[in-house]
């Protein structure tokens, strides 16, 4: 059975910095290419960023392009999200999850982890 654990989240002023982590097993992690989704309380789930099998690739979408690094260790089965220069707007429970390459996600959400960033 997939289980994808994400932790790290927390409260932080704007401008400041988090690291997020999602343990991944049940998988052969390094098969999947894998990503990060958010959702802001009262909003639909969003797509923020997404990493190759490799990590070779990455994809990020606009509202975080620059502030945002996703990253992973697939000897640990792990993914990582750094989020830099946060902003309000990017209060949300942040999952991560493995991708198809149509961008459909394979397996069921974890619990998530809360980032609240405060002005």
């Known amino acids: 059975q997939v289980q994808l654990v994400e932790s790290g989240g927390g409260l932080v002023q704007a401008g400041g910095s988090l690291r997020l982590s999602c343990a991944a097993s049940?998988?052969?992690?390094?098969?999947?290419?894998m990503g990060w989704v958010r959702q802001a309380p009262g909003k639909e789930r969003e797509f923020v960023t997404a990493?190759?099998?490799?990590?070779?690739?990455?994809l990020y979408a606009r509202s975080v392009k620059g502030r945002f690094t996703i990253s992973r260790d697939n000897a640990k089965n792990l993914l990582y999200l750094q989020l830099s220069s946060l902003k309000p707007d990017d209060t949300a429970v942040y999952y991560c999850?493995?991708?198809?390459?149509?961008?459909?996600?394979?397996?069921?959400w974890g619990q998530g982890t809360l980032v609240t960033v405060s002005s």
């Open positions: 999850n493995a991708r198809d390459y149509e961008g459909n996600v394979l397996f069921a």
């Open positions: 049940g998988l052969t992690f390094g098969a999947y290419a």
């Open positions: 990493i190759s099998r490799s990590g070779g690739s990455t």
